[in-house]
């Protein structure tokens, strides 16, 4: 129950609370607080019938407490920040607070903050996720992670990063910035730290709820949710799984119909942008057998949108089903992505389809894979061309499979 | 209540641009300035002599040590500065934005000065 609560409402009272103390860590001090006092409180007295007014008002008193005891020495600020609080000391136990967790969001998300300390603070002011929590999602030591938390609030605080949602002029770009925050989570979350997937998911949704206006918040939704749909599907003992090859029962059939419909209603929308783009070619899949010329129409428009080489690959992908490993390969080849181990590892594909040695490819794309997963599902590849190659040396091989592990436009 | 921002100019090492170049730039870095004058926003605002006119000072025990040139040899060097009052970052950066604008090429880098 106060997990639960916890979950749902801390960014929420870290919002208010920052707003009234006009200071982060006080507002985070204070809110654990109340989530402290909450769990002694509660299992004996009962949860209060507004537990989210309640854990508001006791942060807002500790608040309080704590500021007096400080402004009893010489502390100007804390001074002033309890005579402004004790003039506005609302009714009692507000059941009904305003949201203010756009104007945190668009603080965390803020353009001159490091895109990694943009995630942590999001995770940690909105999503409640412990420093020790994050780093470990990030693979970095703890003490790493909470220095990259505390400069980044330093600089909050010095160089006064406004606790405003940006006028909207502004809007269009600060709400891109604050989609990669959450899709980027989203992303570090996709093979095996499923909590991350859920949280960016949850936040997802609370973007939706404050900005129900806006299309691309619920197409990163829609996107995010299909791409989720097909998790454990997706990952057979910790193997990856290629879309073909997945078991469909396995799909979670909620956020599939949850991720369809709201892809519908981006379409009625009309005002198209990548992560609605995104979303449609994934709900394409979810609706096998797929579509792939439809697919293509949709990696154009994706195209016009965001001019990518990664795009073009995934593309290419689709091509091959619609036009032949032929056209596709010779749109692979004009893309200058050798970095990427996609790329070698849909040039393999297309390369065997066509009857070639896939080999070398394979081996570019290993070099090139980091995950695990990735690196097994393309060792295996590996080893059954090679055998391929030994067994049937002038054979062309026809077999036909998705051409891709990762990658979520093409659908895993 | 405003906050106090550092604008610093930082530009490559070696001969300033002909005039040809650097004058537009120059024309247009005074408007910028009684812009921000006539803004309320403008504090104080200097561009410097080359970093071969400094000269480094530092005190060690009673003595203080004097040095030829600047404090770092880097590429880059600070070509002069802008102080501005603003309400916040965004307005800080937004100013900032109009000078690196006008600098062309320039990096402005924006530092809250403290105490206000």
Redesign the interface.
């Known amino acids: 129950m106060i997990e639960q609560i916890f979950l749902a409402e801390y960014g929420r009272a870290v919002s208010v609370l920052t707003r009234v103390l006009g200071d982060l860590d006080l507002a985070e001090e204070a809110v654990q607080d109340a989530f402290t006092t909450a769990a002694e409180q509660w299992p004996v007295k009962g949860v209060p019938p507004a537990p989210a007014g309640w854990i508001i008002t006791t942060a807002r008193n500790r608040a309080i407490d704590k500021l007096r005891r400080e402004s009893k020495g010489r502390e100007k600020h804390a001074q002033a920040v309890l005579l402004q609080m004790l003039q506005h000391q609302p009714e009692e136990e507000v059941g009904d607070v305003p949201d203010e967790r756009l104007r945190l969001i668009f603080t965390c998300c803020?353009p001159?903050l490091a895109l990694q300390a943009q995630v942590a603070l999001t995770l940690k002011l909105l999503g409640g996720l412990t420093t020790g929590e994050i780093a470990r999602a990030f693979l970095v030591p703890e003490p790493t992670m909470a220095q990259r938390i505390v400069r980044a609030k330093g600089k909050i605080r010095?160089?006064?990063?406004?606790y405003r949602v940006?006028r909207d002029a502004?809007l269009p770009e600060r709400l891109k910035a604050v989609l990669a925050v959450v899709y980027l989570i989203f992303n570090e979350g996709y093979f095996d730290k499923e909590a991350l997937e859920a949280e960016a998911i949850r936040l997802g949704r609370v973007l939706a709820q404050l900005m129900p206006d806006e299309p691309e918040v619920w197409g990163l939704l829609a996107l995010m949710l299909l791409v989720a749909s097909r998790r454990q599907a997706r990952l057979r003992n910790g193997e990856l799984v290629l879309l073909e090859d997945q078991d469909r029962t396995r799909w979670n059939a909620e956020q599939t119909a949850e991720g369809q419909d709201i892809v519908r209603r981006c379409l009625r929308w009309n005002q198209p942008g990548p992560y609605q783009i995104q979303a449609a070619i994934n709900a394409v899949h979810s609706d096998p057998p797929t579509d792939w010329h439809q697919v293509v129409a949709l990696y154009d428009q994706l195209l016009a949108h965001t001019p990518s080489p990664v795009v073009a690959l995934h593309r290419a992908v689709a091509i091959a089903e619609t036009e032949g490993p032929r056209t596709a390969l010779r749109e692979v080849d004009a893309l200058d992505l050798d970095r990427y181990h996609l790329f070698h590892a849909v040039r393999a594909d297309l390369l065997q389809r066509l009857g070639e040695d896939p080999a070398a490819a394979l081996e570019a794309a290993l070099e090139r894979a980091e995950h695990p997963a990735e690196r097994d599902l393309l060792r295996k590849r590996l080893s059954l061309a090679t055998a391929n190659q030994q067994e049937h040396p002038d054979q062309h091989d026809q077999d036909h499979h998705d051409p891709q592990p990762g990658g979520h436009s093409t659908g895993l | 209540m405003t906050q106090k921002y550092l604008l610093s100019i930082y530009q490559p090492d070696g001969e300033a641009p002909p005039p040809e170049v650097l004058d537009p730039i120059m024309a247009n870095l005074r408007e910028l300035n009684e812009e921000m004058q006539a803004k309320g926003v403008w504090v104080f605002a200097a561009g410097l002599h080359p970093p071969s006119t400094a000269t480094v000072l530092k005190a060690k025990d009673d003595d203080v040590l004097m040095t030829d040139g600047p404090f770092t040899e880097g590429k880059e060097h600070i070509g002069g500065f802008t102080v501005i009052q603003a309400e916040d970052l965004d307005e800080a950066l937004e100013w900032g934005r109009r000078l690196a604008t006008v600098l062309n090429m320039l990096s402005v880098e924006v530092r809250p000065v403290v105490g206000g």
């Open positions: 803020h001159s010095a160089a006064r990063i406004p940006p502004d």
